[in-house]
């Protein structure tokens, strides 16, 4: 498994759509922003392009649970059990999550987590085979995650399509991360900015290469 290809940022004068988005675009002085201020003095202020990743953690329901009378679960044995093991990647409703999956490439791979369960964790890996493209449920009025304010000629939101790949030789739960995570911030260590932590809301988050790896070795080790 190649693990060693994200991208160093680039710079360029840009403002941050995430920054903007947050409603924090910056500390203000005297009730102007100070990247408003470096613009009045004739400068213009460098803001370094969020790195392109290409490993990913994805979180999926395996234990169910109805919504509208529909059966959400969908764990990692049911992908291991669909034709060719891959299927979509649907019903991401968070534009954050979903940016993260437009900036997805074939051949990349991602940890399946599963979450909202008795022991959330990783439960093993797969490749994105289908880059993002328009998730069909959002136009369903049958559908769970059908988004009304959504138009077929404007689209909100996007899917990828991913494989199964393998089951992680022993199952890595969250409660064994998070020792990992807080070790790290303590001594320095690659989960010490793990997203799982710091974004721990998001259902698709994006992993360094040194925070995949580690990961993936942990399989190896015995648990902590």
Known sequence: METDCQMPPKTRARVSKRTADSGDA??????????AA???SGKT????EPPQYCHWLMKSE??????????VKFGIEDLKALPDQTGCWDGVRNYQARNFMRQMKN??????????????????VMKIVKEAYVDHTQFDKK???FDANSKPDDPKWSMVDVQYQRMLKRFLPLSELKKYHVQH???????????LFTRARLSVQPLTAEEFDFVLSLEEEEPL
């Open 45 to 48: 202020e460098e803001r370094a």
């Open 38 to 40: 470096s613009v009045e």
């Open 185 to 195: 911030g303590a001594k320095g260590g690659p989960l010490k900015d793990m997203a």
């Open 62 to 71: 395996p234990e169910s649970r109805f919504e509208n009378g529909i059966d």
């Open 143 to 145: 559908d769970v995650h």
């Open 26 to 35: 910056g500390e203000k002085v005297g009730g102007k922003r100070k990247a």
């Open 107 to 124: 051949e990349q791979l991602a940890f399946f987590y599963h979450s909202n369960c008795k022991e959330p964790g990783i439960a093993g």
